[in-house]
C-alpha cells in the first residue's frame, strides 16, 4: 500500500494512540508491520513535525500526542511539569539554563514553547538541560524569575 506523508503521519498518530511506543526503532517497526517501510530519518522527521512528546511511562518514556491547549492550560502544564522534575535553573548572558531530573527536559521545552512567551527565542532540551534563549541580556533574569515560581 502507498503512503503519502500525510497518511502516513495519521497513520503514526493513530499508532500512537493504540499502543505504547518508546523508541523511533519501534514506531518504524509498528509502521512496517502496517505495511510502510520508513526510515529512521524519515520518522524522525515525522516525530518532530507531529511535535510528539515523549511522556512518563512506568520506568521510561512513551511518545504521545500533545492535546491542543490555551495559554492558561500551557501555562498549567508547565507549573505541573516543573514541580515534577525541577532540579535547578540558572542564568548565563541571555541564555536560562534549566536542570531537570532525568527526561524531563522536552516536557518542559515542550510546555515553555507553548507559552510562546515573547521574550523566549526558543528552547533546545537535551535529557535532563533545557537551554532557554532570551531575546536580550534583560529577559533572561525575568524567564528564570518566572519559572522558578512556577515551579
Known amino acids: 500500500m502507498a503512503y503519502d506523508k500525510a497518511a502516513r503521519q495519521r497513520l503514526i498518530q493513530d499508532i500512537i494512540h493504540q499502543e505504547i511506543v518508546r523508541t523511533q526503532e519501534e514506531l518504524a517497526a509498528l509502521l512496517a508491520e502496517r505495511g510502510l517501510s520508513a526510515t529512521q530519518a524519515t520518522v524522525s522527521r515525522d516525530i518532530k513535525e507531529l511535535r510528539l512528546i515523549k511522556v512518563p511511562y512506568r520506568d521510561s518514556h512513551r511518545y504521545a500526542v500533545p492535546h491542543p ?47 510562546e512567551w515573547e521574550d523566549v527565542a526558543g528552547t533546545v532540551a537535551g535529557d535532563n538541560t533545557v537551554l ?20
Open 132 to 151: 532557554v534563549v532570551a531575546r536580550d541580556r534583560s529577559s533572561a533574569p525575568n524567564i528564570a524569575d518566572r519559572l522558578l515560581s512556577l515551579g
Open 69 to 115: 491547549q490555551d495559554s492558561a492550560g500551557a501555562q498549567e502544564r508547565l507549573t505541573r511539569v516543573l514541580h515534577e522534575v525541577l532540579v535547578s535553573v540558572q542564568v548565563s548572558e541571555n541564555i536560562v539554563l534549566v536542570k531537570t531530573l532525568s527526561g524531563g527536559a522536552d516536557v518542559v521545552s515542550e510546555a515553555i514553547d507553548r507559552l
